[in-house]
């Protein structure tokens, strides 16, 4: 059956602009880091996608490595592009990264010239797309010059293959650094993808600021730490959550006790709210005006549409940013 979205998909979802830029993202975007690989179900994966673009979400993230394994989610999502979206790709924004291990050898990680430029080439053929409209480096290189990296990136939007150039985990100092080199080769820097959440917040100290200076978008990745600024591990740890099924990222040990007593007094505030803890810890982020977009993952298209009502309430008041404050400084 030939998928259709519906006409007013766009109408509840807003759009924020993009530092400068002439480019406008959904508020809340999907991100295709572990639910796309070929150890998930296709199926489930294409109705996330669907579930998406029906409710406004135009902006779908992924990189190089996403999977598992890597380079499985892109081109799982070529499929999926093929079977429901070929008529609607001019209504989405793609992106792309490289920067973390893809392949064996010398050449298959960080942020050479030569890396870089395969790893795209790689992506679009994964997709079978003709351009990507965000390309990022995915982390720093501490060994390759920024110059020649940025050069890359430069190069690659020169090139047709992105229409845009952007960075990942890069710190205030190299962000600055990165920023200036791309203005000066004429392909301004038009966003920054850090981890940004409640318990993360080192942004704060410079970054948001510099973004805001050089007129740079802002998406963070991460906003529910992983699952822990949910309800999901108030009483416990479910069989089927990611501590349980993988624990590579977020590891038993990280859930102490006074981190989940910290994250109950959270969720007694959402509830005041009249929110859920997710969607307060989204709206949290989505209050700053310098923040573009928050890029969300989900593997039941009902977790989508949960987050989505985070949008109806992106207000807080001087007194529940205090509270905020005050519980998050019990956990450090």
């Not at 902006?59 to 999977?67: Q, S, V």
């Not at 790709?89 to 870089?116: C, F, H, N, Q």
């Not at 080439?121 to 990296?149: C, N, W």
Request: hydrophobic share 35%; glycine share 8%.
């Amino acid at each position: 059956m030939t998928y259709l979205p519906p006409k007013e998909r766009y109408q509840s979802m807003e759009y924020r602009r993009c530092g400068n830029s002439g480019l406008k993202l959904s508020a809340i975007s999907l991100g295709l880091w572990h639910n796309f690989g070929y150890v998930n179900n296709l199926e489930n994966s294409r109705n996330l996608i669907r579930t998406a673009f029906d409710h406004g979400i135009t902006h779908f993230d992924l990189a190089n490595n996403y999977g598992p394994p890597p380079g499985s989610a892109e081109e799982n999502f070529g499929k999926i592009l093929k079977l429901d979206f070929k008529d609607y790709r001019d209504e989405m924004v793609i992106s792309s990264k490289a920067g973390y291990t893809m392949w064996d050898g010398p050449y298959g990680d960080w942020g050479s010239k030569k890396y870089l430029v395969s790893s795209i080439d790689q992506s679009l053929k994964r997709m079978g797309l003709a351009y990507v409209d965000i390309f990022y480096h995915h982390r720093p290189d501490p060994e390759t010059p920024l110059e020649e990296t940025m050069a890359t990136l430069d190069l690659i939007v020169r090139q047709g293959k992105a229409l845009y150039a952007g960075i990942s985990n890069y710190r205030p100092e190299e962000a600055e650094r990165a920023i200036s080199i791309l203005k000066r080769l004429g392909t301004p820097c038009l966003i920054h993808q850090p981890k940004y959440s409640m318990f993360e917040r080192w942004v704060e100290g410079g970054l948001l600021d510099l973004l805001e200076r050089e007129g740079v978008g802002c998406i963070p990745f991460s906003p529910l730490a992983q699952g822990l600024l949910t309800d999901k591990y108030l009483h416990g740890i479910p069989a089927d959550s990611r501590v349980a099924t993988s624990g590579i990222f977020l590891q038993e040990s990280h859930i102490t006790t006074e981190k989940i007593e910290t994250v109950k007094k959270l969720d007694e505030l959402a509830k005041k709210r009249e929110q859920k803890l997710a969607q307060m810890a989204l709206s949290w982020l989505l209050k700053d005006s310098r923040i573009t977009s928050v890029l969300i993952g989900a593997s039941k298209p009902d977790q989508i549409t949960d987050a989505l009502k985070a949008l109806e309430n992106t207000s807080f008041s001087e007194e529940e940013l205090k509270l905020i404050d005050e519980i998050l400084n019990m956990d450090i």
